[in-house]
Nanobody
């Protein structure tokens, strides 16, 4: 069973920056896209950013465009989320996800097959 391991969460002040990392436990794991989602208490899990390996195309939620960047790492199946100018309302558990088959879209939870355990990001005001 493939596992996705997130790291890099923590406490950050509003306006600050944070970088989240995600790596697959199996380097032979084949996936077509990876993404980041977040879930605040009492709210549904929402899409943050996604990346297709084949094209390098990236996708973002409107709320994070211009502030967050998803990028691939040097190691295979590693992806980062660079978060800049973070806001208190972005306090949430951030999840990494991977799609095991090609899909037309990579913006919904149903578009992904594997999930990490999540890493807490807390933004203080």
């Amino acid at each position: 069973q493939v596992q996705l391991v997130e790291s890099g969460g923590g406490l950050v002040q509003a306006g600050g920056s944070l970088r989240l990392s995600c790596a697959a436990s199996e380097r032979t794991f084949r996936n077509y896209a990876m993404g980041w989602f977040r879930q605040a208490p009492g709210k549904e899990r929402e899409f943050v950013a996604g990346l297709r390996w084949s094209s390098g195309s990236t996708y973002y939620a409107d709320s994070v465009k211009g502030r967050f960047t998803i990028s691939r790492g040097n190691a295979k199946d590693t992806v980062y989320l660079h978060m800049n100018n973070v806001k208190p309302e972005e306090t949430a558990v951030y999840y990494c996800a991977a799609a095991a088959i090609p899909r037309a879209t990579i913006r919904a939870t149903m578009d992904f097959d594997y999930w990490g355990q999540g890493t807490q990001v807390t933004v203080s005001s």
